[in-house]
């Protein structure tokens, strides 16, 4: 069978670490995600270490399907202080075809970074040449005595509108630090090639205020079989956060605006040195759908290196009551590593659905929402058989044997090569 997509780079460093060029599937991130960040980008703001994106320029991709990637020519070159990174990419179909130019220059001083990014896509048909999207962005990012600022502000020349946020994550105590942003995402602004600080929302249609937290409890606990940096943790962990987000267009029905309310809190508690209980609760308050949404999430975690097995219990109650349950095992060192997970829920309504990250091979992302009553099995595995290699492989089968009305299930089987040459 022909595959369905194929993707692949060619990668030169140039000499003395002045910069790279890549051409084949790449990524592109600059900024804070503003105008120009390609990939699926996976957080939520739990965490103080989550506000501030840490933009990566140009980088060779190495996803499975090469969906999120861009297609074409790409280099950074650094000159001093000063980073210039020019692309090229392409897609092209049937009946059309498109062209995204970009350039990104970064200044890169003692404190912190600044740098101005700019692209426009041209689409391109046998009719006419028109330009769909195309975006300016400015952002910094400092760190002032373990005080970190940074924002970005960006202008959409398709709709003629501003976007911009701002953030501070900085130290209350010894053992204690914070984090806030503010976000203005208007309803004309366009989320495309973008990527917001949410990963459950766009650049778009949203103001908001984000406020976390993290604190250390407890002396210091040496992790059992670990040796070298991070065989040592502290003994307890807590995080909160609280996000208000007002929506200018209303999501549903006829009122001129929503509002969403969201808070969670985790803990995290070494029991022995090889035993780690971990629970999240979570709460959302929101104007339109279901008004509630309540989460419990439990795991159980031993670690014992190389040796690491997981229990997790999920529930969620909004339109009724969802779980979800799964035990993973795995085996990892330098050379190889190995898990297999095996779980079932039970999830009657969609807007009681859990979701559950997956392993997966680099560059590929599986964040399934789990909904009915079934159960399924995963296992993945990564091998280095040289320096110049590894192997990635998955496989994964879910079937709903407990629902009245039959649903069909899913097989899955990945298998994925990285050399470096």
């Known amino acids: 069978l022909k595959p369905e997509t194929l993707c692949g780079h060619i990668r030169y460093d140039l000499k003395r670490g002045k910069g790279k060029v890549v051409a084949g599937d790449f990524n592109a991130?600059?900024?804070?995600?503003?105008?120009?960040?390609?990939?699926?980008?996976?957080?939520?703001?739990?965490?103080?270490?989550?506000?501030?994106?840490?933009?990566?320029?140009?980088?060779?991709?190495?996803?499975?399907?090469?969906?999120?990637?861009?297609?074409?020519?790409?280099?950074?070159?650094?000159?001093?202080?000063?980073?210039?990174?020019?692309?090229?990419?392409?897609?092209?179909?049937?009946?059309?075809?498109?062209?995204?130019?970009?350039?990104?220059?970064?200044?890169?001083?003692?404190?912190?970074?600044?740098?101005?990014?700019?692209?426009a896509e041209f689409s391109i048909t046998s009719e006419r040449t028109s330009i769909p999207d195309m975006k300016t962005s400015a952002d910094f990012a400092v760190c002032l005595h373990g005080t970190d600022l940074f924002a970005e502000c960006a202008y959409d020349w398709a709709s003629g509108s501003s976007a911009a946020l701002a953030g501070a994550a900085f130290p209350v105590a010894e053992d204690m630090r914070m984090a806030a942003m503010i976000r203005f995402y208007p309803p004309g602004y366009s989320p495309h090639r973008s990527a917001a600080a949410r990963s459950a929302t766009k650049c778009?249609?949203?103001?908001?205020?984000?406020?976390?937290?993290?604190?250390?409890?407890?002396?210091?606990?040496?992790?059992?079989?670990?040796?070298?940096?991070?065989?040592?943790?502290?003994?307890a962990t807590c995080t909160f956060s609280l996000d208000a987000a007002c929506f200018p267009e209303a999501k549903e029905g006829e009122d001129p605006r929503d509002i969403q309310l969201k808070a969670n809190t985790e803990w995290t508690v070494m029991l022995t040195k090889a035993f780690r209980l971990k629970s999240k609760v979570s709460e959302r308050i929101r104007t339109w759908g279901?008004?509630?949404?309540?989460?419990?999430?439990?795991?159980?975690?031993?670690?014992?290196?190389?040796?690491?097995?997981?229990?997790?219990?999920?529930?969620?109650?909004?339109?009724?009551?969802?779980?979800?349950?799964?035990?993973e095992g795995g085996y990892k060192t330098s050379k190889i590593a190995f898990y297999m997970r095996q779980g079932t829920f039970f999830v009657d309504n969609w807007d009681d659905r859990i979701y559950s990250y997956e392993r997966d091979a680099p560059g590929s992302f599986s964040v399934p929402?789990?909904?009915?009553?079934?159960?399924?099995?995963?296992?993945?595995?990564?091998?280095?058989?040289?320096?110049?290699?590894r192997m990635y492989a998955r496989a994964g089968l879910l079937t709903y044997p407990f629902m009245q009305k039959k649903k069909p299930g899913k097989a899955e089987l990945k298998l994925q090569f990285i050399f470096d040459v």
């Open 29 to 119: 991130r600059f900024g804070q995600g503003l105008a120009l960040w390609n990939g699926m980008s996976v957080g939520s703001l739990a965490t103080p270490s989550a506000f501030l994106k840490r933009s990566s320029g140009v980088s060779a991709s190495s996803s499975f399907s090469g969906i999120y990637a861009l297609r074409g020519v790409a280099a950074d070159v650094t000159f001093g202080r000063i980073r210039f990174a020019p692309l090229m990419a392409f897609k092209h179909g049937r009946k059309s075809a498109s062209l995204l130019p970009a350039a990104n220059v970064s200044y890169f001083g003692r404190h912190g970074q600044a740098g101005i990014t700019h692209y």
């Open 204 to 235: 778009t249609n949203e103001h908001s205020v984000s406020l976390s937290g993290e604190a250390a409890l407890g002396g210091w606990l040496d992790l059992n079989g670990k040796e070298g940096f991070g065989s040592s943790v502290r003994r």
């Open 369 to 389: 929402a789990y909904y009915g009553r079934g159960v399924w099995a995963s296992f993945n595995v990564s091998w280095r058989f040289a320096r110049w290699g």
């Open 290 to 327: 279901q008004p509630f949404r309540t989460e419990i999430r439990t795991d159980v975690t031993y670690m014992s290196d190389p040796w690491i097995a997981t229990v997790r219990l999920d529930a969620v109650c909004s339109e009724g009551f969802g779980f979800l349950s799964y035990l």
